[in-house]
């Protein structure tokens, strides 16, 4: 899969998505750190990379739709986490993507489960299939 890692997430965490053989940028590699939110998102789209951040704004599906997007992960530590218990959640979002699409998804990966935000349109589609 394709990510952009935003930057909020340093070179250990790119690192866990090498060691699974995924394409992985980062804002910081591309030296785009500090654009808005809704830049990098378009980015993203545009890119068709999943985003994955820690910015708990990007759980705001009208200003930031994953129906439109390659995915977005947002990876939620309490207030200044350990890096071990980062590295663990990565971990979780990492094995998990082997097993369900994040693509027009936003996931809320936390410690013990991960979220998920399937688009109403996405989940009409699904049903029709079935």
Do not use: Y
């Not at 992985?24 to 998102?41: K, W």
């Not at 599906?61 to 980062?86: D, M």
Request: net charge negative.
């Amino acid at each position: 899969m394709r990510f952009k890692l935003d930057e909020n997430l340093g070179g250990r965490t790119v690192s866990l998505f090498v060691a699974c053989n995924h394409d992985v940028e980062t804002v910081r590699s591309e030296n785009i750190a500090g654009c808005s939110d809704q830049d990098l998102f378009q980015r993203c789209v545009e890119e068709r990379r999943c985003l994955i951040t820690l910015d708990l704004d990007f759980c705001d599906v009208v200003r930031f739709p994953p129906g439109v997007a390659s995915g977005i992960a947002i990876i939620r530590v309490p207030h200044n986490p350990a890096l071990p218990l980062l590295e663990r959640l990565v971990g979780s979002f990492l094995a998990e993507i082997r097993n369900q699409p994040i693509e027009h998804r936003l996931w809320i990966v936390e410690p013990g489960r991960i979220r998920v935000h399937e688009p109403e349109g996405l989940l009409q589609a699904m049903t029709r299939r079935e």
